[in-house]
C-alpha cells in the first residue's frame, strides 16, 4: 500500500460516488481534462470512462507519477508530468476549452488558485476549474461582501472568476482521514471585465495595503495608494470605513487609478 505523504498534503479521495458527483459538474465528452495531483488516479479512471479528448495529469510524487504510468500505459491520449503545480508553467499547458479538475493540497490550494487568477492572457483557454478546498477556505473565497468571510481572496477571485459552491466533503471520504471538511467549488472565467485592471498583481498590492489593517479605518492607508483627488473620484469611498466595508467594485476602482501611477 501507498502512504500518503504529510509533506505534500496527500489524502486519497477513495468515495466512489463523491468521485462520481464530482465528474458530473461538468460535460468532459471530447473535451480536454487537466487533473492537477491524480494521486492514486481514482478521478483519474472515472474521467476516462467519460472520453474526453485528452487528459494531462500532474503528479508531483515521484512514486505515485511511477504507478500512473503503470496504470496508464493503455491510454494514448493521456500525457504525464511528474512536477509541481506551482512550478509548471500549466498556462503554456492548456489547450483550447480545456477543463481542469483538482483535489489540492491544502497547504498549497490558496496558492495553486492564485496561479490561474495571474495568468497574463485572459480570457484563458480553459472553460472550467473544478478543484476541492478546505471548508473554511471556499467560505473565504465565496464569502460575499459585508459577510464575515468577505476579504482579500474573495475580492481577487471574483474579479477573474465566477465562483460556485458544489458541496461539502466529509473526512470519511479519505484516506488518511482529515482532521477537516473539503469543499468542493467550481470556477468559470469571465470574459470580459468591467474594470480594466492591467495586472491582478496590482489588485493584491492594494487589497494587501488596505486589509494589512483589517480593523482599522483605512483613512491613513488609502493615502499611501492614491490623492485626495482620486479619492473624491470613487463612488462610495468613505475614509472612515474599514477595509470589509469596501465594496469589490471600490477595490477594483482603487486600482484603475494605482495602475497609473504605479503599473508593474
Known amino acids: 500500500m501507498k502512504f500518503a505523504k504529510k509533506s505534500l498534503g496527500q489524502n486519497f479521495l477513495i468515495d466512489k460516488n463523491i468521485i462520481k458527483k464530482i465528474i458530473n459538474v461538468v460535460d468532459i465528452k471530447n473535451k480536454n481534462v487537466i487533473e492537477i495531483g491524480p494521486g492514486k488516479g481514482a478521478?483519474?479512471?472515472?474521467?476516462?470512462?467519460?472520453?474526453?479528448?485528452?487528459?494531462t495529469l500532474i503528479e508531483k510524487d515521484n512514486s505515485l507519477f511511477k504507478n500512473l504510468?503503470?496504470?496508464?500505459?493503455?491510454?494514448?491520449?493521456?500525457?504525464?508530468?511528474?512536477?509541481?503545480?506551482?512550478?509548471?508553467?500549466?498556462?503554456?499547458?492548456?489547450?483550447?476549452?480545456?477543463?481542469i479538475f483538482g483535489n489540492l493540497p491544502y497547504n498549497i490550494s490558496s496558492q495553486i488558485l492564485v496561479k490561474f487568477l495571474r495568468f497574463k492572457v485572459w480570457p484563458p483557454k480553459f472553460?472550467?476549474?473544478?478543484?476541492?478546498?478546505?471548508?473554511?477556505?471556499?467560505?473565504?473565497i465565496t464569502g460575499k461582501?459585508?459577510?464575515?468571510?468577505?476579504?482579500?481572496?474573495?475580492?481577487?477571485?471574483?474579479?477573474r472568476l465566477k465562483v460556485f459552491k458544489k458541496f461539502n466533503i466529509s473526512a470519511n471520504c479519505f484516506i488518511p482521514k482529515p482532521k477537516i471538511i473539503s469543499t468542493l467549488l467550481h470556477f468559470r472565467p469571465i470574459q470580459k471585465d468591467k474594470f480594466k485592471i492591467m495586472n491582478i498583481n496590482n489588485l493584491e498590492k492594494v487589497t494587501n495595503i488596505l486589509f494589512s489593517e483589517r480593523r482599522k479605518m483605512i483613512n491613513k492607508n488609502i493615502k499611501k495608494i492614491l490623492t485626495k483627488k482620486e479619492i473624491s473620484?470613487?463612488?462610495?469611498?468613505?475614509?472612515?470605513?474599514?477595509?470589509?466595508?469596501?465594496?469589490?467594485?471600490?477595490y477594483y476602482k482603487i486600482t484603475e487609478f494605482f495602475e497609473k501611477k504605479y503599473s508593474i
Do not use: C, W
Not at 50 to 55: A, G, I, Q, R, T
Not at 145 to 159: D, F, P, Q, T, V
Not at 233 to 250: F, K, Q, T, W, Y
Open 43 to 55: 478521478l483519474t479512471e472515472e474521467i476516462l470512462k467519460k472520453n474526453p479528448e485528452s487528459v
Open 69 to 99: 504510468i503503470l496504470k496508464f500505459s493503455h491510454n494514448n491520449n493521456l500525457r504525464l508530468y511528474n512536477d509541481d503545480i506551482l512550478n509548471i508553467n500549466i498556462e503554456k499547458l492548456i489547450k483550447k476549452e480545456t477543463i
Open 127 to 140: 472553460n472550467d476549474l473544478v478543484l476541492m478546498f478546505q471548508k473554511e477556505l471556499a467560505e473565504k
Open 145 to 159: 461582501y459585508l459577510s464575515s468571510n468577505y476579504g482579500r481572496l474573495s475580492i481577487i477571485s471574483n474579479y
Open 233 to 250: 473620484e470613487i463612488n462610495g469611498l468613505s475614509l472612515m470605513s474599514r477595509p470589509s466595508e469596501l465594496s469589490p467594485e471600490i
